[in-house]
């Protein structure tokens, strides 16, 4: 642990003293663009949705149209990256993160001029709300489903041992709400840890919620709130991973991954990811699917979504719920993701 922290605090003086000062705030160029991938018609399917990918040598935004089963370049600047895409657990806001420059020094990246973009899905506007600074690491998080959490770690400028933690709270309109730095001191502290994104248990009526109960076989179970009746609908090996409902609370979607007690929350086995779609009308996992090391996943309209990673390549599986099939497959030169490409996580953003 000795010669851990000593390693630590080494590489964070050296890295300090070479980019110390190094934050300039421009916001130069962004730009909303167009080319279509096809436009094939597919009747009955209407709305879209937003992706991390490839656009020239840097990750902007994709924006997919499910009619066309077509995507199009959507926001893409010149001078940023795109680092991360989060949904408001409705679907209707997304909040997006870019920095100008991703370095790397030792054990620590560091991030120049992160910004911060507010992206209203049903209208297709951005709009630019802030520049964070630059630092060690950026992690989000939705704290209900209309308030958006931001943290950023930075270097302290007078101790070279501290790291100041900034968290800012914003609502679904770009409004921050609140801001409070505190500080480690990485010598008696450790490094601050990274925020865990929480889980939607509870329906959006109200009515249900999912959980699980580790053992030997892990099992996940329907409860309805006020009756308080039960219902098995997993038993496996794997844990719950995340939650997320359908607006009306018809349908919930759930990750698994084989996880045993000792491992940490991240860690994985070679199995991967499995996502469950359950149907409350049905009263039954209407389907199963596979999705490797992927953990990110979404619902919109009657469509599970999701990050489809195999071998470092990066690709979006579209699984219709309504005809229990593959709806559709994104495959981009690069890689994409729906929050990130897998890539760009490497350096800790």
């Known amino acids: 642990m000795f010669r851990y922290r000593y390693f630590v605090f080494i590489s964070l003086v050296f890295f300090i003293s070479i980019f110390s000062g190094c934050t300039k705030d421009d916001n130069n160029n962004k730009s909303l663009i167009g080319t279509k991938k096809s436009e094939k018609k597919t009747p009955g399917s209407t709305g879209y949705f937003y992706f991390v990918g490839m656009i020239g040598e840097k990750p902007g935004l994709y924006k997919y149209n499910f009619s066309s089963k077509g995507y199009e370049k959507f926001w893409f600047n010149k001078n940023e990256r795109v680092i991360q895409l989060s949904y408001s657990p409705g679907g209707n806001y997304a909040f ?3 920095v100008e420059n991703i370095s790397k020094v030792g054990i620590f990246s560091y991030l120049t001029n992160v910004r911060l973009y507010l992206l209203t899905t049903k209208t297709s506007e951005v709009f630019f709300l802030k520049n964070i600074g630059s630092g060690f690491q950026v992690f989000t998080s939705w704290e209900t489903g209309s308030i958006f959490k931001v943290i950023l770690n930075s270097p302290d400028k007078g101790i070279v041992t501290y790291v100041n933690q900034t968290t800012a709270y914003y609502n679904t309109f770009g409004k921050e709400l609140m801001e409070q730095t505190k500080t480690y001191d990485i010598t008696k502290d450790g490094y601050p840890n990274p925020v865990k994104t929480k889980s939607i248990n509870i329906s959006p009526n109200g ?9 030997l076989s892990n099992s996940i179970f329907l409860q309805e709130i006020n009756s308080g009746k039960t219902m098995l609908i997993s038993s496996s090996n794997q844990r719950l991973k995340q939650t997320v409902w359908s607006k009306d ?5 759930f990750s698994t991954a084989n996880l045993s007690p000792q491992d940490s929350a991240d860690s994985k086995s070679k199995e991967g990811s499995n996502f469950f779609i359950y149907s409350l009308l049905e009263n039954k996992v209407i389907a199963k699917l596979h999705a490797g090391e992927s953990d990110n996943f979404i619902l919109i309209n009657n469509f599970l979504i999701f990050d489809n990673k195999q071998n470092n390549n990066s690709s979006i599986s579209i699984f219709d719920i309504r005809t229990k099939q593959d709806f559709d497959r994104i495959i ?5 993701g729906l929050q990130a490409i897998s890539q760009i996580q490497d350096y800790g953003a």
């Open 96 to 98: 997006f993160i870019t």
């Open 249 to 253: 609370g018809s349908v919930v979607a």
């Open 207 to 215: 009515k249900y919620r999912l959980f699980s109960v580790d053992s």
């Open 332 to 336: 981009i030169k690069g890689g994409c």
